[in-house]
């Protein structure tokens, strides 16, 4: 089909994907999210399982049991059948219990590496190892932080050899849009090759 | 009430309790939770169905929403509504039979390269 005009898309089913965006508090999530999509408002309101007491300081709240969450989320329209959702996880620790739900199904993650806190990221790259969920870590590159190879990251992050680890700048729309275009070519690759793999053989030629 | 409302004090909560709209109830009746993106659309109900008495205005409101097939985020975007409130409306309605919830590929199930690929074109193109 290559940069043909998809005529003809309002008889396709809508195709919906996830992308989650994750990192530690401050790694440019929202900003993220911001450059390179149609930014939408969304919040939860949570109960308070008790998955999360224990987690969460209940000290002098007794009789809160919800809880307010402003969500990082995001929404590309590809095409009239073709949308990509971009969903913020919570980086606060008593969150954790939205992580589950938040990655079902999902296509993929996006892990924002801020290398003056390089640490923080380690939750989320676990958390996508475990889960085996494609992932691709972009260095959010702050003004002023320390300039680091991503060679030198990956080793730090201790991350498989399949994983790329780009820079990027979160702001820019152009750097953020990089960023997914990476995500999806990690994923595309990581398939088994050849076309013995559930997945039908690609029709169109590859870019 | 806007979309962000503020907390006048740390632990007060918004002025309406969000899940005043759904009689209390917290999780969706049948219990499953439903994709931030499953996808639903309204069942095919005559017209001027969609605004049956026995239905809260909120209801009304995901209803004419999707006429179109929107995912449930969009919804609770589009409402301003909590995504758990949403959540629970929308099981309600699809119990009543007004909402269907659009099949979506198996967890394990990759998308097809195909579709994947015109992701990428399109990415290539914004």
Not at chain 1, 82 to 97: D, I, K, S, V
Not at chain 1, 163 to 179: E, G, Y
Not at chain 2, 14 to 42: F, S
Request: some cysteine.
């Amino acid at each position: 089909m290559g940069s043909a005009p998809s005529d003809g898309a309002a008889d396709r089913p809508l195709a919906v994907f996830k992308i989650l965006v994750a990192g530690g508090f401050g790694a440019g999530k929202t900003t993220f999210v911001g450059a390179v999509s149609e930014v939408r408002p969304l919040r939860t309101e949570e109960a308070l399982t008790s998955a999360s007491v224990g987690l969460d300081d209940l000290n002098g709240v007794d009789a809160k049991t919800t809880t307010t969450v402003a969500m990082d989320f995001g929404r590309i329209t590809i095409a009239s059948h073709l949308m990509l959702y971009l969903f913020g996880t919570p980086g606060q620790e008593r969150f954790w219990f939205m992580w589950d739900e938040l990655a079902y199904g999902a296509l993929g993650a996006v892990v924002l590496a801020d290398t003056r806190r390089l640490g923080d990221c380690f939750p989320s790259v676990d958390y996508f190892e475990k889960r085996q969920l494609p992932f691709i870590v972009a260095i959010n590159c702050f003004d002023g932080a320390p300039h680091y190879d991503p060679a030198d990251v990956r080793i730090a992050l201790d991350l498989d050899p399949h994983t790329p680890a780009v820079l990027c700048d979160a702001r820019q729309p152009s750097s953020a849009k990089l960023i997914l275009i990476t995500l999806i070519e990690h994923i595309l690759a990581s398939r088994p090759a050849g076309t013995s793999g559930p997945w039908p053989a690609p029709a169109t030629t590859p870019a | 009430m806007g979309a962000d409302d503020k907390w006048a004090y740390r632990d007060s909560g918004p002025v309406v309790r969000p899940y005043a709209l759904t009689g209390g109830r917290t999780e969706p009746t049948g219990g499953e939770i439903l994709d931030l993106i499953a996808v639903i659309v309204a069942s095919g109900q005559p017209a001027g169905a969609d605004d049956p008495i026995d239905l809260s205005p909120e209801q009304r409101k995901i209803l004419s929403l999707s006429r179109r097939p929107i995912t449930v985020a969009d919804a609770a975007s589009d409402t301003a509504l909590p995504l758990g409130v949403v959540r629970v409306l929308v099981a309600d309605l699809v119990l009543q039979g007004r909402l269907t919830i659009r099949p979506r590929r198996p967890v394990g199930e990759q998308p097809s390269t195909d579709l994947l690929q015109e992701v990428l074109h399109g990415l290539r193109a914004l």
